[in-house]
Nanobody, 126 residues
Framework: VQLQASGGGLVQTGASLRLSCTAA????????MGWFRQAPGKEREFVVG????????YYSDSVKGRFTISRDSAKNTVFLHMNNLKPEDTAVYYC????????????????????WGQGTLVTVSS
């Protein structure tokens, strides 16, 4: 199983960016996927977790109302739409996946996801 994350780049404050995560090898039909991020000098943190059906979707408080999720089932790809970006959103963003339907209490935990992409860097300038 391979997860390929892409779409990062350098943008200005207030801009939008769309990250992609494509799963190769399997479709994680009823499983769970998530996005995490790691800012320079900080630990990796949860951004969003969701069932493959995109319902329900759980966002961290720091991105709620600015980030959303969509998917292209035909391409086995999920997208992280990031709007109104702030300098504090600067980080390497990782997509992650599990074959299980992770319970809510565990969906924010890195250890719940056995499969990880390589990360894509998002830099937001002030």
């Amino acid at each position: 199983v391979q997860l390929q994350a892409s779409g990062g780049g350098l943008v200005q404050t207030g801009a939008s960016l769309r990250l992609s995560c494509t799963a190769a090898g399997r479709t994680f039909g009823t499983g769970t996927m998530g996005w995490f991020r790691q800012a320079p000098g900080k630990e990796r943190e949860f951004v969003v977790g969701f069932r493959r059906s995109l319902s329900p979707t759980y966002y961290s408080d720091s991105v709620k109302g600015r980030f959303t999720i969509s998917r292209d089932s035909a391409k086995n790809t999920v997208f992280l739409h990031m709007n109104n970006l702030k300098p504090e959103d600067t980080a390497v963003y990782y997509c992650a996946a599990s074959e299980r339907q992770i319970i809510l209490s565990q969906i924010r935990s890195e250890s719940s996801y056995p499969y990880w992409g390589q990360g894509t860097l998002v830099t937001v300038s002030s």
